[in-house]
C-alpha cells in the first residue's frame, strides 16, 4: 500500500527558504504515468495547488507562485521535495504532498505538515 | 486559470437525508473534475473522478454527474461519518483549481 510521509522544519523565518520532503514507501517514485505534488491549505481556509512533478522530470507550477517554487525528485531516496523561497506569514498552512493520476487525480495524500512563517 | 466555485458554503442536513453539492467551472473542463471529502485535521480523501466516477473503496451513495462546467455530487443517505467538507477540483487545465469548498453540518 501506498504511503506518503512529509518531513521538514515546522518554523520557518519571514524571508527564508520553505524545505519540505515526501518519502514515498511501498512503491517507486519512478512509476511511470504518475505526478507527484504539493497542495498547501492555510489555518482555516481551503485547498491550493503548489506544483507537480511528472515521472519524467517535467515540473508544473502555480503561476502564483512559480517565481518561487522548485520541485525535485530523489529517486534514489524515493522521495520529492518543494522549495519556497522568499516566505511571509501568507506561507503559513498545513502542506500535503500528494501522488496524482493523469495530471491531477490525487488518490494518494500524506497526513499534512504545518509549516508557520514567523520570527 | 479556472475558477471553481461552489455552492452553497454551507449544507445543514439530517442523517439519513440527501445531500446535494454544486460545483461550477469558469470555462469549460469537460469531465476532467474530481471530488475530495476532508474531515478536520485530516487529508483530503479523493471521492470522485472524471466527474462520476467513484473512487476506490468509496460507497455508492457517493454519486457525481455533469460536465463542461456544471457538475453536481450527491450524498443519497448521508451518514455521521459523511459530515465533513467538500472539494471539487478541475484537473483539466495547468494550473489545478480548487473550489472553496461547501461544508455539509448536521441540522
Known amino acids: 500500500q501506498l504511503q506518503l510521509q512529509e518531513s521538514g522544519p515546522g518554523l520557518v523565518k519571514p524571508s527564508e527558504t520553505l524545505s519540505l520532503t515526501c518519502t514515498v514507501s511501498g512503491g517507486s517514485i519512478s512509476s511511470s504515468s504518475y505526478y507527484w505534488g504539493w497542495i498547501r491549505q492555510p489555518p482555516g481556509k481551503g485547498l491550493e495547488w503548489i506544483g507537480s512533478?511528472?515521472?519524467?522530470?517535467?515540473?508544473y507550477y502555480n503561476p502564483s507562485l512559480k517565481s518561487r517554487v522548485t520541485i525535485s525528485v530523489d529517486t534514489s531516496k524515493n522521495q520529492f521535495s518543494l522549495k519556497l523561497s522568499s516566505v511571509t506569514a501568507a506561507d503559513t498552512a498545513v502542506y500535503y504532498c500528494?501522488?496524482?493520476?493523469?495530471?491531477?487525480?490525487?488518490?494518494?495524500w500524506g497526513q499534512g505538515t504545518t509549516v508557520t512563517v514567523s520570527s | 486559470e479556472i475558477v471553481m466555485t461552489q455552492s452553497p458554503a454551507t449544507l445543514s442536513v439530517s442523517p439519513g437525508e440527501r445531500a446535494t453539492l454544486s460545483c461550477r467551472a469558469s470555462q469549460s473542463v469537460s469531465s476532467n473534475l474530481a471530488w475530495y471529502q476532508q474531515k478536520p485535521g485530516q487529508a483530503p480523501r479523493l471521492l470522485i473522478y472524471g466527474a462520476s466516477t467513484r473512487a476506490t473503496g468509496i460507497p455508492a451513495r457517493f454519486s457525481g454527474s455533469g460536465s463542461g462546467t456544471e457538475f453536481t455530487l450527491t450524498i443519497s443517505s448521508l451518514q455521521s461519518e459523511d459530515f465533513a467538507v467538500y472539494y471539487c477540483?478541475?484537473?483539466?487545465?495547468?494550473?489545478?483549481?480548487f473550489g472553496p469548498g461547501t461544508k455539509v453540518d448536521i441540522k
Open positions: 500528494a501522488r496524482s493520476m493523469v495530471r491531477g487525480i490525487s488518490d494518494v
Open positions: 512533478i511528472y515521472y519524467s522530470g517535467s515540473t
Open positions: 477540483q478541475q484537473y483539466n487545465n495547468w494550473p489545478l483549481t
